[in-house]
């Protein structure tokens, strides 16, 4: 007794994503099948479109449907910063905030000896090649995640762009807004000791 | 600044499913840009095949491509047993344990006072005419769940179906097996008490 082959191939395509097994993929097959016939339709086709009309911008490796993006040819942005992200998605995020209103790098991942990715793998070189062909520009801010790996990118990338005599900058460390001192880790706490700031 | 619409198309597609928010849905949409073009062609097409494909079988509401369902169509299983589960994916678990040779009866959910959701709002008078038709059926085996929901559905199966002079069991209540005592809550305890079997 095997299920169904339609729901078997849908229940393959869902374990396919990151984070979902088999019984969480059989649970999203099944209820895949009760779900009204238009919102399927509408997913299916906004798989085959997110793949199809996206692209990498070629100028900072956001995620766009035209090239250069929407940030990168916005002539009215303030083009003396650039501010470089692990992934497509945290831009998205720093654009929430609307405080920043400056370029952006996407590096496509962070330097991992342990998955062997190293400089050569990233989206660096084009980042060098915007540094150097951009006379204007005056900070590099570097937002790789509070990880290890996003620490040991950031520490690469500031040694490579500072000999040019360009600012570089990384976002700051510390307690989250609204968070108890109490539940904050060690490090965390380090940081922000390190970095506090006079009232 | 906007995702581009196809990435927030695809965004709102996944968050129609159950148990996935906003930023787990942006999570899997941006995975999915990633994925192989093969992988995601596959999705969008199992997702229309599985909503378009499949039905509820005409007898026992099982999911299947052909109606009646493989098992219903199968006259070499023990046409004297019939299992009630409350969802299709229930069959197959117990198909899985390779022992119960019957046939199955799906509920497609439980009596739920919360939900407002009665006898009538399942699959029941099915059941009944099947029991009626079927001169030799001997048992009716209810498999809802171990909660209030499924009890209640169970009790309530078993003083309809009784009184036609057909035997009506429950699956077991006691310890899962390779568990601790230590670990088990009071009222899976009490029920393995209760069913305490001769050694």
Redesign the interface.
């Known amino acids: 007794?095997q299920?169904?082959?339609?729901?078997a191939?849908?229940i393959?395509?869902?374990m396919?994503?990151?984070g979902i097994g088999q019984k969480s993929a059989?649970?999203?097959?099944?209820?895949?099948?009760d779900?009204a016939?238009d919102?399927?339709?509408?997913?299916?086709?906004?798989?085959?479109?997110?793949?199809r009309?996206?692209h990498y911008c070629s100028i900072c490796g956001n995620?766009?449907?035209s090239d250069p993006c929407?940030?990168c040819a916005d002539k009215t942005r303030d083009q003396s910063h650039v501010l470089v992200v692990e992934?497509?998605?945290d831009i998205?995020v720093m654009?929430k905030m609307k405080e920043y209103h400056g370029l952006y790098h996407v590096l496509h991942g962070v330097m991992s000896p342990i998955e062997g990715k190293g400089p050569e793998d990233l989206n660096i070189t084009s980042l060098i090649n915007r540094l150097q062909k951009n006379p204007d520009m005056k900070e590099v801010i570097i937002a790789t995640n509070a990880t290890p790996e996003g620490e040991a990118t950031a520490m690469y990338l500031s040694r490579l762009i500072k000999p040019a005599g360009i600012k570089v900058t990384r976002l700051a460390h510390g307690l989250s807004v609204g968070s108890d001192i109490e539940y904050a880790d060690e490090m965390t706490l380090f940081k922000a000791v390190e970095g506090r700031t006079e009232m």
Request: no cysteine.
């Open positions: 007794m299920y169904p082959e339609p729901i191939q849908l393959d395509s869902y396919k994503l990151p059989t649970r999203l097959a099944f209820f895949t099948i779900m016939d919102d399927v339709t509408a997913f299916s086709k906004a798989l085959v479109s997110a793949k009309d996206l995620i766009t449907e929407a940030i992934q497509a998605k998205m654009e």
